[in-house]
């Protein structure tokens, strides 16, 4: 299994008590497979994804990403192990506006230790793959909405992420671009092996994952 999260629990403050945003929560996806994270809204999956991204520290419980068992290890250790095996796409595609669509995806290999020839050819690589062949030169302002999408997931693998974790990354897009984008993200887990979350509220897209999961919600006030 690349992701297992294991007992998973997140509480926050609330006045004098406290609010239970994630209960005992347990989740496996196994390299190759995508897994559909659903619930209603305030269910929790956004913050399930960032306690898979190594992005918040659960309460309790335990998270492995591809092996290796996150809770231990000091702040330094997790944004290495983050930058190394896990690719995050968000519900807006948060490019960097001065940077062409080459460069967003580069500055990922830049911001994890080298950016080398092979890293340059890998960038291309992948942004012809999602179809920005003739675009690599285009900041984001220049770009579409879909194309822009396209952008971050390429951004995201650049890696070669043994995790990826996608929240709602269709959600800005119309109809026909959105499945674009699922049908890249789908095609890129089998062929990099990868364990893909995708969080999403499309009953289609649900079911065009391997397998759901559906979140209730936990939010209960404890005195
Ligand atoms: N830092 C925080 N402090 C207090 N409450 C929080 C915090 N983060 C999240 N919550 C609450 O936790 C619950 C779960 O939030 P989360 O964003 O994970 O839900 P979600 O399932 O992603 O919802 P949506 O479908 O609307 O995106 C919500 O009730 C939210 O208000
Ligand atoms: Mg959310």
Same mark, same amino acid.
């Given at each position: 299994m690349s992701l297992v999260l294991e007992n998973i629990t997140v509480t926050v403050p609330d006045g004098r008590d406290t609010l239970t945003i994630l209960d005992a929560v347990d989740l496996e996806v196994a390299a190759g497979e995508t897994v559909a994270l659903t619930g209603p809204s305030g269910s929790g999956k956004s913050t399930l994804l960032a306690v898979a991204g190594l992005l918040l520290r659960p309460g309790s419980g335990r998270v492995h990403v591809a092996g290796v !068992? /996150?809770?231990?290890? +000091?702040d330094r250790e997790r944004t290495r192990l983050r930058g190394g095996t896990i690719g995050i796409v968000y519900q807006? /595609?948060?490019?960097? +506006?001065?940077?062409t669509a080459r460069e967003q995806v580069e500055v990922v290999a830049h911001a994890n230790g080298r950016l080398d020839r092979a890293a340059r050819d890998r960038a291309e690589e992948l942004l012809v793959r999602v179809g920005l062949a003739d675009r690599l030169s285009a900041q984001p302002g220049q770009l579409s909405g879909g194309e822009r999408q396209r952008v971050a997931l390429a951004r995201a693998l650049m890696m070669e992420p043994a995790v990826l974790l996608a929240d !709602? +990354?269709?959600?800005?897009?119309?109809p026909v671009r959105g499945a674009e984008v699922m049908r890249l993200l789908l095609e890129e887990t089998t062929r990099l092996g990868a364990a893909t979350l995708l969080v999403t509220h499309d009953g289609d897209q649900a079911a065009g994952a391997g397998r759901e999961v559906r979140l209730e919600r936990a939010a209960s006030t404890v005195g």
């Amino acid at each position: 299994m690349s992701l297992v999260l294991e007992n998973i629990t997140v509480t926050v403050p609330d006045g004098r008590d406290t609010l239970t945003i994630l209960d005992a929560v347990d989740l496996e996806v196994a390299a190759g497979e995508t897994v559909a994270l659903t619930g209603p809204s305030g269910s929790g999956k956004s913050t399930l994804l960032a306690v898979a991204g190594l992005l918040l520290r659960p309460g309790s419980g335990r998270v492995h990403v591809a092996g290796v !068992e /996150a809770g231990a290890l +000091p702040d330094r250790e997790r944004t290495r192990l983050r930058g190394g095996t896990i690719g995050i796409v968000y519900q807006s /595609a948060n490019l960097l +506006p001065s940077l062409t669509a080459r460069e967003q995806v580069e500055v990922v290999a830049h911001a994890n230790g080298r950016l080398d020839r092979a890293a340059r050819d890998r960038a291309e690589e992948l942004l012809v793959r999602v179809g920005l062949a003739d675009r690599l030169s285009a900041q984001p302002g220049q770009l579409s909405g879909g194309e822009r999408q396209r952008v971050a997931l390429a951004r995201a693998l650049m890696m070669e992420p043994a995790v990826l974790l996608a929240d !709602e +990354p269709t959600a800005s897009l119309d109809p026909v671009r959105g499945a674009e984008v699922m049908r890249l993200l789908l095609e890129e887990t089998t062929r990099l092996g990868a364990a893909t979350l995708l969080v999403t509220h499309d009953g289609d897209q649900a079911a065009g994952a391997g397998r759901e999961v559906r979140l209730e919600r936990a939010a209960s006030t404890v005195g």
